[in-house]
């Protein structure tokens, strides 16, 4: 699996959870932590099965922007999951590119 976060237009976090390049799971709020809870009861004991995080670069507000990413890194951190970024989705192609250094999407962090 791999999980996107992104901010809309409108100001809003969202999260999508893809397999096989098809989308299995949303999840949007106006606050992070309505995202988070809801992305954890999800994921409560599948957080092995995400291959991937991929983070939306922008453009955004710079706050929101900041703390997307701070959520990102911090569940990449926990889960030992690679982190990348991207200004363009594209759901076939990510779900086919590993993360890795050589990675075309910006690799933020790249665990061992």
């Known amino acids: 699996m791999i999980l996107r976060i992104e901010v ?19 999840s949007q709020g106006k606050s992070m932590a309505q995202v988070a809870t809801v992305l954890d009861k999800k994921l409560k004991s599948q957080w092995s099965q995400v291959s991937g995080i991929y ?15 701070a959520f ?9 999951i690679p982190i ?5 989705w594209h759901p076939r192609s990510a779900a086919t590119v590993p993360l890795s250094s050589k990675t075309p ?8």
């Not at 990102?72 to 030992?80: E, T």
């Not at 990348?84 to 363009?88: I, P």
């Open 8 to 26: 809309t237009p409108e100001g809003e976090t969202c999260s999508w959870l893809y397999a096989a390049a098809r989308e299995i799971f949303r």
């Open 55 to 69: 983070v939306f670069l922008g453009p955004a507000g710079y706050s929101r922007l900041r703390a997307t990413h």
């Open 72 to 80: 990102a890194l911090g569940i990449s951190l926990a889960q030992r």
């Open 84 to 88: 990348a970024g991207y200004k363009v």
């Open 105 to 112: 999407l910006n690799p933020i962090y790249p665990p061992d």
